[in-house]
């Protein structure tokens, strides 16, 4: 991986964030279709399951199906921050909420219409998409705070480090943004709820925050190849030097 910075390239140009027009971006709106689209999967299909698996010389070893989501959303988000600049990577992460409160809303909804007399399925819909509130409003706190913390980190990283050491700011900002995802998560969600005690919360905690570190580190050497690949389609590298780095806007 090296030193060099990711932008030691002729076809790229070195620019701050605020100096970008919309019509230069090429690929912003599809990584964007593609964040939104793992973040609902992983809210609808992992945020409640508890799976295990059994670690040689461990045992049995309980951990949250999310796993299988989240880390690939955290890439994405660091691929928007370091491409596109904190501000494209805060609308994203506004999109993806409203999305996700949308989702939310909506099985809601399907869930509560009355079905039809020789539909038989209802309880089985009721299981799998039949969200908890507290489920839903923890698992929306969490990405909302786990994904700015993300996104701030690595900006100012990349700053500070003049775009060298890319592992380094991929690895940081999500240990960073992941511990403050699952601290909020897995206590809002969890904690005094059936089936959970307060040791099965920690556990899974501190286990959901490693092994999502873990796939950050295991999967560096594609994040390189696919964050090298989008700055030289996009000709852009971007600062975030001047950026209002506010979460509280979706303003470009």
């Known amino acids: 991986m090296g030193d060099r910075p990711i932008n030691a390239t002729p076809a790229v140009e070195a620019v701050e964030a605020g100096a970008i027009a919309g019509g230069q971006l090429r690929y912003y709106d599809m990584v964007m279709a593609a964040f939104v689209a793992i973040l609902l999967l992983s809210n609808v299909l992992g945020a409640g399951k508890v799976a295990q698996v059994v670690l040689p010389g461990i045992g049995p070893w309980p951990f949250g199906a999310g796993i299988l989501f989240f880390p690939v959303s955290y890439i994405i988000g660091d691929v928007l ?20 409160v949308f989702m939310a809303l909506m099985s809601w909804v399907v869930v509560a219409l009355p079905p039809a007399p020789d539909w038989t399925n209802q309880a089985a819909y009721e299981t799998i998409f039949g969200q908890v509130p507290r489920i839903v409003f923890a698992s929306m706190c969490a990405f909302w705070a786990g994904e700015f913390v993300n996104s701030y980190v690595l900006a100012r990283m990349k700053v500070a480090t003049g775009g060298r050491h890319l592992w ?57 190849v696919v964050i090298g690949g989008l700055k030289r389609a996009e000709g852009l590298d971007v600062y975030d030097r001047a950026t209002n780095f506010t979460p509280f806007r979706a303003k470009v």
């Open 81 to 100: 921050t370091e491409v596109y600049g904190y501000a494209r990577a805060r609308r994203v992460i506004w999109v993806g909420f409203a999305a996700t």
């Open 168 to 224: 380094m700011r991929t690895i940081g900002s999500t240990i960073a943004g992941q511990a403050v995802d699952s601290v909020i998560f897995y206590p809002l969600a969890f904690w005094g709820a059936q089936g959970w005690t307060h040791d099965l919360v920690i556990q899974v905690l501190f286990t959901q925050w490693a092994l999502k570190v873990g796939w950050e580190v295991l999967l560096t050497p594609l994040t390189y």
